[in-house]
């Protein structure tokens, strides 16, 4: 099992950018990625990238969020830019090792005026 802490949720404007961080307790051979789940929603995959680079985002955030992972493989960031209301979520890390699953205890991101 892994363990994985979030940082960097926040309240933001529309329009504005926020940078959400995950550090895992090992190296993590596997996808790294993030989720989110707003409110009476099911949980949804926002991005994900393979530690080869192979990177995969949700239809509703390309073109604004960026994935990448730190060179030690056991980061993984997700720049959230042109923010909108229904960017609202909790925002959680994901990993996969094997067959397993870990995943953060999340961040929450409100977008409000």
């Known amino acids: 099992q892994v363990q994985l802490v979030e940082s960097g949720g926040g309240l933001v404007q529309p329009g504005g950018s926020l940078r959400l961080s995950c550090v895992a307790s090992?190296?993590?051979?596997?996808?790294m990625g993030w989720y989110r789940q707003a409110p009476g929603k099911q949980r949804e995959l926002v991005a994900t990238m393979s530690s080869g680079g192979i990177t995969y985002y949700a239809d509703s955030v390309k073109g604004r969020f960026t994935i990448s992972r730190g060179g030690a493989q056991d980061t993984v960031y997700l720049e959230m830019n042109s923010l909108k209301a229904e960017d609202t979520a909790v925002y959680y890390c994901?990993?996969?090792?094997?067959?397993?699953?870990?995943w953060g205890q999340g961040t929450q991101v409100t977008v409000s005026s």
């Open positions: 090992r190296i993590i051979f596997g996808a």
């Open positions: 994901h990993a996969r090792l094997g067959t397993s699953d870990s």
